[in-house]
């Protein structure tokens, strides 16, 4: 046989091989996906049964969701403080950076990645909506954004923006943009700068596991709620140095007629909205 026939013969056996491999992975992932819905279907029923009205077409699932370590980059961080007031000097003060431009403002970042920054009155103003002004700033920010809601009090009007990660909401990273007479006067949130590959990089368990979890913990008087209207797959952002290293944990975010809770994946630990993880 010559060599250029035994070249074709080899590869149409390796393209065999790849196309066994590869139909083998469908079919694996395929009865994962019939494996979980199935569960989701089991925990809705035990929780109907329970007392909690839920379907499984509330429960959202994102099953590329792994654990992942995030680092503090300074870079970054000057980034957002020139997207929000151009130029700006920069003070070293140990843990926490700031930068100033005197007619506009300052802006303060912290290890944990928690931030703020105070703008003099009438330097961003939101003639054509506010919604449009933060989404303007959002974007030159270099922010991902999942979700974006606003609340008006008598005084204020404050777009309150849930982070991301690669279409994964990140449940306790949350930015608020407060104006004020047309104004805007502070951007006050947690923004992560760095995320990089966790060696204990775990993905997230099946929604079901979380769902029974938090009825037990219904059940054992921590919350009282009679209705879920939403499972959500996610992160939450959990700090674990001085220096701003942390990690993304998957999560899931459940949205009762009550209230809303994160549960951790990992230690199957609840939180109402608003508590410090």
């Known amino acids: 046989m010559n060599v250029p026939k ?24 395929t009865d994962d996906l019939h494996e979980e819905r199935q569960a989701i279907e089991y925990a809705c029923a035990v929780m109907r049964s329970g007392g909690i009205t839920i ?9 590329t969701i792994r654990k992942m370590r995030t680092v503090r980059e300074d870079g970054a961080e000057a980034m957002i403080a020139r997207a929000a007031l151009g130029q700006t000097v920069m003070t070293d003060l140990g843990v926490i950076f700031r930068y100033e431009n005197e ?17 003099s009155h009438g330097v961003i103003r939101n003639e054509n ?31 309150t923006v849930i982070e991301s990660y690669k279409g994964a909401s ?21 923004h992560i700068t760095g995320v990089e590959p966790a060696e204990d990089g775990a993905r997230i368990m099946q929604a079901g596991t979380a769902l029974l979890g938090f009825l037990a ?17 996610g ?11 942390g990690v993304l944990a998957p999560a899931w975010l459940i949205t009762t007629d009550t209230a809303r809770y ?13 508590q410090t993880l």
């Not at 035994?6 to 066994?20: D, P």
């Not at 379907?55 to 099953?63: H, K």
């Not at 992160?235 to 290293?245: I, K, L, N, T």
């Open 6 to 29: 035994i070249k074709t013969i080899a590869i149409v056996v390796l393209v065999l091989i790849n196309a066994f491999f590869g139909a083998v992975i469908i079919i694996d992932r």
């Open 55 to 63: 379907y499984p077409d509330a429960v959202i699932t994102n099953n």
């Open 103 to 119: 007619q506009r403002g300052t802006a303060e970042f912290y290890s944990a990645g928690d931030f703020e920054i105070r703008f």
């Open 129 to 159: 909506g506010t919604l449009r002004a933060v989404q303007d700033l959002v974007r030159n920010m270099g922010f991902e954004t999942a979700s974006q809601s606003v609340s008006v009090s008598q005084e204020f009007e404050t777009v």
């Open 170 to 190: 990140i449940f306790n990273c949350t930015t608020e943009f407060t104006f004020s007479g047309g104004s805007l006067q502070t951007i006050i949130g947690r």
């Open 217 to 233: 913990w219904v059940r054992s008087g921590n919350a009282e709620c009679t209705k879920i209207d939403k499972v959500e797959a």
């Open 235 to 245: 992160y939450q952002h959990r700090v674990s140095g001085s220096f701003g290293e």
């Open 262 to 274: 994160i549960i951790d994946d990992e230690t199957g630990e609840i939180w109402p909205i608003g």
